[in-house]
Structure formats: C-alpha cells, structure tokens
C-alpha cells in the first residue's frame, strides 16, 4: 500500500484504521523543512479584506476577548497574549489550496478548509475541544500543545469562545515548523506559542443531523409532488366552530404520509448541500470572457482547471457543482468525474465532450467556476 509522505510514511489506511476519530497522532517533520506559504503581513492582509472570515483573540490580564474580522486594527505585535484566526485561506492562496488537497485521502465531501493562526508569545484560544477532526500543522516559530482524553468536556460559562472549566493536561508536545498533530473530534486541547507563531489548522466539516434534517425538508419542499385539495363533501353541521375537526386531520395526516424520499433524493440533496460554497464566497468572473467556440479551443489546447473555490463532487449520474446539480449521460459523466477527482482536465480530454457538457464548461467559464490552462 502507497504510504503517504504527510502522514510521516504511514499509509492512509493505516492512519483511518488506527488513529481516525479514535486517538491522537504526533508526526515530527511531516513536511520537512516546511516554510510558512503566508508572511505575517500576507495574513493580515487577508485578514483585512471583507470575503476573508477571520477572529482576533485577546487574553489580556486573563481575560479573554473576540472580536469578528476583518480586522480593523490588531494589537502590536510587541503585544503578548493575543492571536488572530484566519479561515478559507485555501480559497484565497494556490499553495494554501495546495496543502488542502495534500488530505484529499480523506473525501472532499469532509474536506473544510485551511485556516491559519498568527499568534505573538503565549497567544492562543484557550483550553478547548472541536467537534472536527483537525489536523494542527506547526508553520512558523513554535508552539506548545497540551492535550487530553478528559470526558469532562464542560465549559465555563458567559465567555465569548469556548474556554474548558477543567482542563487537565494529560500530554504535551512542543511543536516545530513542519511538525503534526493530528486530534480527534471532542479531544480537549491548548497550544500556546512560545514566541511568535503560526499554526496551520486542516479541519473537516460534519454537519449536525439536526442541520442535514432542517436542510433536507427545505430541499424536499422543492422537490414534493401531492396533488389534490382538501375537500369535505360529507362535512356535519359543526357545534364548536373553532375546533379542528377529527375527519380534517385524519384526512390531511392521510395525504401528508404520502410524502416519500428515496436514497436518489438523499444523493441529490447531500450533493447539492455539501457542494455549496459558503455564503461569503464570491467567484472571480473574467471580464472579457471568450465565446463558446473560442473557449473550447482554447481548452482543447491548455486544458482547463477548477477554481480553489469551487466544490465539485458526483454520486452516479448526478454531479454536483457549487451548489447545483444536474445528470449527465454515461461519457460525459466519466470526464465530469475526472475533472471533479483531478480538479481539472487536460485538453486532450475534452474531444469526447457533447455538445451538452462543452456549454456547461463554457457557463462555468464564463462563471469563474473553472479556468483555462492546467
Ligand atoms: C490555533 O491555531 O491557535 C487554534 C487551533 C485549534 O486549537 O483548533
Ligand atoms: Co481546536
């Protein structure tokens, strides 16, 4: 089996069998020799901008503040204690992007985001646990973690981030640029830098069943098909004019249990939900894009390559794009595949493609969801 360098040479099935939601894994000098992607001043300059979210975490005389980007102003740098968290910076930067699909052994669909963390002597966001697996990579300076199996996982109350009341330190690893720590989900943590630093944190995304339900009926309201209208002709003369009647909810409760999914409506809407980007994600359109004709060309010579800030996945004949979904036929599905596993395809690919799909590459051309050139 193909062992994976990021993962120290153990192969990713070992990894998912052994270490995957169940136990912590330190690997020293995954990427040797790492050196941050981002300067401190690229980072805030991200930080600034609007679409980019970001936090900046203060713990000034012990107590301990947040405040939601884009950062207007930050603290000196001279400053101790404080720590500025930048999210999605895979959708802004090609290495940062990079990196991210380094974890592509594990399925975009749980894949996140790279978020980077620039933090001066002792900053950090306090003894916590995350519900995600997370994949802590040390980039710049160094940076203490403690660690713990506690179940004690309860937090203090009335602060503005989650701070855990009893953190108990079972183990702790200072960590080196190039260094990784892996934590499962609800694994209580603190890392705190020693000098300035920057952690590189790789999450996954496990939507709540509660938020999968609530999306799923809004996705079905869409897609539900129950003709008739309520009609009563053997309706009685009624004695309590403002109770519901018994036959009324009978018949609606009837007509409502006929209300059906099947695991073709699951595929669907997983794939449409999970496809689409976040609310703060805005596409680069070309402002002079080429036309139909002219784009394929183009793209039979260069190929052509998905936007870091698109998501693409498939399930069978549905393929899923930024939100939207639509099925293609058996030869277009095979190259839609490959442009959604490779992120992108070479032009040579593209003399199969119907009519149909060379549209679709147009539109989402045209879109800034995809470019030319591999
Ligand atoms: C950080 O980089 O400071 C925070 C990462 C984490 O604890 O999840
Ligand atoms: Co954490």
């Known amino acids: ?43 805030c300059a ?76 002792g900053g950090g966001v306090g003894p916590h646990f995350d519900s995600y697996d997370v994949f802590l990579l040390q980039a710049h300076g160094r940076r203490r973690w403690s660690i713990s199996a506690q179940q004690d996982l309860s937090l203090q109350e009335g602060m503005p981030l989650k701070i855990l009341k009893n953190f108990q330190t079972e183990e702790e690893y200072v960590l080196e640029p190039g260094d990784m720590l892996y934590l499962p989900p609800h694994y209580a943590h603190d890392g705190i830098a020693e000098g300035e630093c920057m952690t590189y944190s790789i999450g996954f995304r496990a939507p709540s069943y509660q938020e999968l339900g609530e999306a799923f009926l809004q996705f079905m309201a869409d897609t539900i098909d129950l003709p008739g209208r309520y009609a009563d002709p053997e309706l009685a003369v009624s004695r309590r004019p403002a109770e519901i009647g018994n036959a009324m909810l009978e018949q609606v409760a009837f007509e409502l249990d006929k209300v059906r999914f099947t695991s073709e409506d699951v595929a669907v809407f997983l794939g449409e939900y999970l496809s689409e980007p976040k609310p703060n994600v805005f596409f680069d ?11 394929i060309a183009s793209a039979q010579k260069r190929g052509i390559k998905l936007s870091r800030k698109t998501r693409m996945l498939y399930k069978g004949k549905h393929i899923f794009i930024n939100g939207e979904s639509f099925t293609a036929n058996a030869s277009d599905r095979k190259l839609l595949a490959a442009l959604a596993d490779d992120r992108g395809l070479e032009g040579a690919q593209l003399t199969t493609a119907s009519e149909d799909m060379k549209e679709a590459l147009h539109l989402w051309y045209t879109d800034g969801w995809l470019v030319l050139g591999r």
């Open 1 to 43: 089996m193909k062992t994976h360098s990021i993962l120290g040479g153990m192969t990713p099935q070992k990894f998912l069998r052994d270490y995957w939601h169940k136990k912590p894994l330190l690997i020293r000098q995954a990427i040797p020799g790492f050196q941050p992607i981002l300067s401190r001043d690229d980072l």
């Open 46 to 121: 991200l930080a600034a901008k609007d679409d980019v979210e970001s936090r900046l975490i203060t713990h000034f005389k012990g107590k301990w503040q947040m405040q939601s980007g884009p950062a207007q102003a930050l603290p000196s740098f001279d400053q101790k204690g404080w720590t500025m968290l930048v999210q999605g910076v895979n959708l802004h930067d090609d290495a940062a992007d990079a990196l991210l699909q380094q974890f592509r052994f594990i399925p975009d669909a749980r894949l996140d985001d790279l978020m980077i963390s620039y933090a001066t002597d």
């Open 285 to 295: 359109r070309s402002a002079r894009p080429l036309n139909l004709t002219r784009f």
